[in-house]
């Protein structure tokens, strides 16, 4: 069982950057891949985007362009460099860790975005 703390969130105004961090408890390349996730009130969950243990990405088409996932794997951590947030980027940010068909999450962090 691994434990996922998330951290880096916090209130930004739009066109703003954060770094959001997850720190594993364990050896981050046990599992295929990392990956963030968000959800925004009233909303479903959603990828963010997700790195697999290749160093493979893939975004959410919300923020292509503007989100960057990253993994240390000697930290046993995973980063989103968010870039030019904009509003509709509030939400919990969750971190996921999966070899399926098992999954691991954390208890998340919230960024909120003002306008």
């Known amino acids: 069982q691994v434990h996922l703390v998330e951290s880096g969130g916090g209130l930004v105004q739009a066109g703003g950057s954060l770094r959001l961090s997850c720190a594993a408890s364990?050896?981050?390349?046990?599992?295929?891949?990392m990956g963030w996730h968000r959800q925004a009130p009233g909303k479903q969950r959603e990828l963010v985007a997700i790195?697999?243990?290749?160093?493979?990405?893939n975004y959410g088409d919300s923020v292509k362009g503007r989100f960057t996932i990253s993994r240390d794997n000697a930290k046993n951590a995973v980063y989103l460099q968010m870039n030019s947030l904009k509003f509709e980027d509030t939400g919990v940010y969750y971190c996921?860790?999966?070899?399926?068909?098992?999954?691991?999450w954390g208890q998340g962090t919230q960024v909120t975005v003002s306008s």
């Open positions: 996921v860790a999966r070899n399926w068909p098992s999954e691991h």
């Open positions: 790195i697999t243990s290749g160093g493979r990405t």
């Open positions: 364990g050896s981050i390349g046990a599992f295929n891949s």
